[in-house]
């Protein structure tokens, strides 16, 4: 079955992006977020299997969105994207329940190795 995934950015090519790498892997892009509050509705509405998830957005930041992700399905399963020199917000969105992250620009075999760790960890428990 494939894996499900919301991917959120406040950047378009951001979002083109990311996407392309999942379903270059085989997986199926859900929905897509713009902004924080944005992705929180979707994750309620569409019940991804992972959410990718910018930190710096409009509307709501990530760390937030993750929070009242976590809130409303402690099981969620987040990756942070960030830029370099956002090593403390990325701490901040580890703590609020992110699973890992990823650094921007993307290194398309990270990104897979990253997402499909959590999907078979998670598929374990």
Do not use: W
Request: hydrophobic share 50%.
């Amino acid at each position: 079955m494939k894996a499900r995934v919301l991917v959120v950015d406040d950047a378009i090519f951001m979002r083109k992006m990311i996407s392309d790498i999942l379903e270059g892997h085989g997986m199926e892009i859900v929905g897509e977020a713009d902004n924080g509050q944005l992705a929180v509705e979707k994750y309620k509405e569409l019940k991804p299997d992972l959410v990718t998830m910018d930190i710096i957005m409009p509307e709501m930041n990530g760390i937030d969105s993750v929070r009242q992700i976590i809130e409303a399905d402690s099981q969620a399963r987040i990756v942070m994207c960030s830029a370099l020199g956002q090593q403390a917000l990325v701490q901040d969105a580890l703590a609020a329940g992110a699973k890992d992250f990823l650094i921007k620009p993307f290194n398309p075999s990270r990104v897979i190795e990253v997402v499909t760790k959590i999907l078979v960890q998670n598929a374990a428990v």
